[in-house]
């Protein structure tokens, strides 16, 4: 096994049993768990909230990656912890101060990640690498799944690899949307290390997940 993550996206499980779907894919060999937050403003969907989190999080003990797709976002923070977030990532558009919101994620003890859209540049990130866990790359437009990978965002995984790098701090690097089997080796070498995967994983059903996944990882 390598050290690629791979992190199901439970936006495309079956939603009338999630709580099934996420023992099934944490089964089936996945590394963390991608939850997907949409509040219907900030993104053109509404997916769950922070009960429906907490009423998963007995289901698996595999780590919750809880993608934020809210604004504001500061006054969700703590519900999202009290949940059992181990990881939030939230957009730098959410919010007036992202160093705030980095700053009331670590509080929690939970690790903060940034969002970074197709069009968003990564010289944001200048000036907070010293203080987050994960920089996350979305590779389609966020609001759904089942997109088109958006080719040019390879070129800012492969920058922000270089970003991270040279910090020498111990930061993640995951790719969000369009990731299937053509795509996934693309962002690896691009230097993604961890993989969020809605459709990709799920398709086929149950029986199909280990298989899916595996094949995501390259193996
Ligand atoms: C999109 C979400 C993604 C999405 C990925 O806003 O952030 O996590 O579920 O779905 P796929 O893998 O189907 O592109
Ligand atoms: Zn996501």
Redesign the pocket.
């Known amino acids: 096994t390598n050290n690629i993550k791979i992190a199901p ?1 439970i ?2 499980a079956d939603f009338a049993q999630l709580g099934a779907e996420i023992a099934r894919i944490d089964a089936a060999g996945c590394d963390w768990i ?1 939850i ?1 937050v949409m509040d219907g403003h900030f ?1 053109p969907n509404i997916t769950i909230g922070p009960q429906v989190v907490k009423a998963l999080r007995p289901h698996s003990e595999k780590p919750f990656d809880v ?1 934020l ?1 809210i604004s504001p976002v500061d006054q969700y923070i703590d519900a999202f912890a009290d949940a059992g977030a181990d990881i939030i990532s939230f957009h730098p558009e959410a919010g007036p101060h992202m160093h705030r919101t980095v700053q009331s994620i670590k509080a929690r003890g939970v690790g903060a990640g940034i969002v970074l859209n197709p069009a968003t540049s990564l010289s944001c990130l200048d000036h907070i690498m010293g203080d987050i866990d994960l920089i996350l790359v ?1 590779s ?1 437009n ?6 088109k990978f958006i080719h040019s965002q390879l070129e800012k995984i492969s920058a922000i690899r270089k970003m991270i790098d040279a910090s020498g701090r111990d930061i993640r690097l995951e790719v ?4 299937d089997r053509a795509t996934a080796p693309l962002a690896i070498s691009a230097g993604a290390d961890v993989l ?5 994983t799920f398709t086929g059903g149950p029986d199909k997940y280990a298989e899916n996944i595996a094949a995501l990882r390259g193996q």
């Open positions: 996206s936006l495309s991608h997907d993104v993608h797709m979305m389609v966020p609001g759904f799944g089942g997109q969000d949307g369009g990731i969020v995967a809605g459709t990709a």
